[in-house]
């Protein structure tokens, strides 16, 4: 039977594995996409990797789709929800320190492959919506809900609504006008002359 876009959304877990064995299959995950891409990748070759039986990893995650995302997901533990420095620059400036340049290169090069994939993937383009897109969406509006409490940006800026758009716009535009990745540096620089202005901080 096909995999319908409910089944990566919802998969049915009949076993249970530790956290550190959870993780230990994550990190396999990742490493043979970098390896091979996500169309290179199967449920066979995780299943080699971390001497594990392919039914065991569709028991537990349903499907490829799933499995990636989950592993993309854990590989983002903390919700931006969770930084609250009292100030919304002194918020994107600990939300650009929580990566260094090395794992950001590698993260950055990653999700590359995985954006072509998804033009025909429809299930995978829905398990990263779910997992990994919505929940970091999420966490920046709640991030800028407390910025416009504290009184830093004003409630009605048409901005607002487009800070998502603007960071993912600096991943992209860097490598295509520079032909460079980001780094920290540079998401410093953009927050501090790009974001924070238009939003009247």
């Known amino acids: 039977m096909a995999e319908t876009v409910a089944d990566v959304a919802t998969p049915v877990r009949r076993s249970r594995i530790t956290p550190e064995r959870e993780a230990e299959l994550y990190e396999a995950v990742l490493d043979l996409l970098r390896e091979v891409g996500y169309d290179g990748l199967t449920m066979d070759a995780v299943a080699t990797r971390t001497r594990s ?5 569709y028991r537990q995650w349903g499907s490829k789709p799933e499995l990636v995302a989950r592993a993309l997901r854990h590989n983002k533990p ?6 609250d420095t009292g100030s919304l620059r002194g918020d994107f ?6 990566t260094d ?9 990653l999700m590359r492959g995985l954006f072509h994939a998804i033009h025909d993937n429809p299930e995978l383009h829905q398990a990263l919506r779910q997992l990994l897109i919505e929940p970091e969406i999420t966490g920046l ?11 830093e940006v004003a ?11 603007m960071m ?17 540096a540079f998401l410093g620089r953009y927050v501090d002359a790009v974001i924070l202005p238009v939003l009247g901080v």
């Open 53 to 57: 039986s392919k039914a065991t990893l």
């Open 78 to 83: 903390v919700s931006l929800a969770d930084i």
């Open 93 to 98: 400036q600990e939300l650009v320190a929580r």
């Open 101 to 109: 340049d090395c794992q950001m290169e590698r993260d950055n090069a």
């Open 141 to 151: 509006n709640a991030l800028l809900r407390r910025a416009v409490e504290r009184g």
């Open 155 to 165: 409630a009605d800026n048409p901005a607002l609504e487009y800070v998502s758009h």
């Open 168 to 184: 993912l716009g600096a991943f992209v535009a860097r490598e295509l006008v520079e032909e460079r990745t980001v780094d920290q």
